[in-house]
């Protein structure tokens, strides 16, 4: 028995398919069924039912599996130690990020860190507050960057800033003449929401109550994907929209014009990072920490949470 054999059945597991296993490991369907084989023999039993497609663990090899996976975790934990007391910043570090956060967030850290960290190999996908806990469990990603707090088992939050809201009015609007305003003076009926998925979604819900009020948005619904698809729709249909204090900072005069920020207390949003409990790469976690933080400080200042409204 091998750890090499075990990363082959963790990765059978995760693809359900031994071709697709064999290229994620970089090793031949040949090898890596082989090895598979051998390990099943000196267990003596089964870790697969090979009859299915996809092919699915037995009973006995999911509890196989699992403590497979316990196994190679520790041993990435006793690489992690030899890392840290080297004082060695190095590996892969897999990042997820919520969309309404990435293209404003990434571009203020990322450069610097990877000139200054040239050993470590950063993965980046965007994925929505759901999609990041699940691949946090499923060890699919290493960490989450998103908005806390979240009611998740296992999951640890490390939070790095916390980030106001602001309103944008169109530029043909007239309501909202004032540069400070209540979350109450937002007339539901002329307010534009991204779509279903997105967490600032319900914040925007939740700060201005919309779940107590009744709509009629007329003979136009749109929901958007995206920041920058709110802040279009808005100026060409009229109307009202919430948006985080990070996606305003390359804005021009006009367009800063058009912001409304709330009244005290101002509702934020507390940005973290969110990593599963069996997390070991804390070498890389302080670095990315320590980057972001420093980066961020130069548009945000730090803020005690207790002085703003974390809307979730």
Not at 144 to 163: S, V
Not at 192 to 202: A, N, Q
Not at 242 to 263: C, G, T, W, Y
Request: glycine share 4%; aromatic share 6%.
């Amino acid at each position: 028995m091998n750890l090499q054999q075990l990363e082959y059945i963790v990765a059978v597991d995760k693809h359900r398919h031994f071709l697709k296993a064999a290229d994620a490991c970089f090793v031949t369907q040949a090898t890596l069924s082989m090895m598979i084989k051998k390990l099943e023999e000196e267990l003596e039993i089964i870790i697969f039912d090979r009859s299915k497609q996809p092919v699915v663990p037995t009973d006995i090899g999911k509890k196989i599996i699992a403590q497979a996976q316990v196994i190679l975790r520790e041993t990435g934990q006793l690489k992690e130690v030899a890392k840290s007391i080297k004082n060695e910043v190095q590996g892969q570090l897999r990042i997820g990020i919520i969309p309404t956060l990435a293209p404003y967030l990434l571009p203020l850290f990322l450069y610097d860190l990877l000139k200054k960290y040239p050993q470590v190999k950063i993965r980046i996908s965007e994925l929505n507050t759901n999609q990041i806990l699940e691949q946090l469990s499923n060890d699919l990603i290493d960490v989450g960057i998103m908005a806390t707090p979240i009611a998740a088992d296992g999951m640890k939050e490390h939070p790095l800033f916390y980030e106001k809201l602001v309103a944008f009015v169109s530029g043909n609007e007239e309501t909202l003449n004032k540069k400070y305003i209540l979350p109450e003076d937002i007339d539901v009926n002329r307010l534009w929401l991204l779509e279903e998925g997105h967490c600032l979604r319900s914040q925007m819900m939740n700060l201005c109550e919309l779940r107590k009020k009744n709509t009629d948005l007329g003979n136009l619904e749109y929901e958007a994907g995206s920041i920058e698809s709110l802040l279009k729709i808005v100026e060409i249909n009229k109307g009202i929209t919430v948006i985080p204090e990070l996606a305003i900072h390359n804005f021009d005069e006009k367009k800063k014009s058009q912001i409304r920020e709330f009244m005290s207390p101002v509702p934020v949003r507390e940005i973290s990072l969110v990593t599963y409990r069996h997390f070991i790469k804390t070498k890389l976690l302080e670095v990315l920490k320590q980057e972001i933080k420093e980066a961020v400080t130069k548009f945000i200042p730090e803020r005690p949470a207790e002085q703003f409204v974390v809307e979730i």
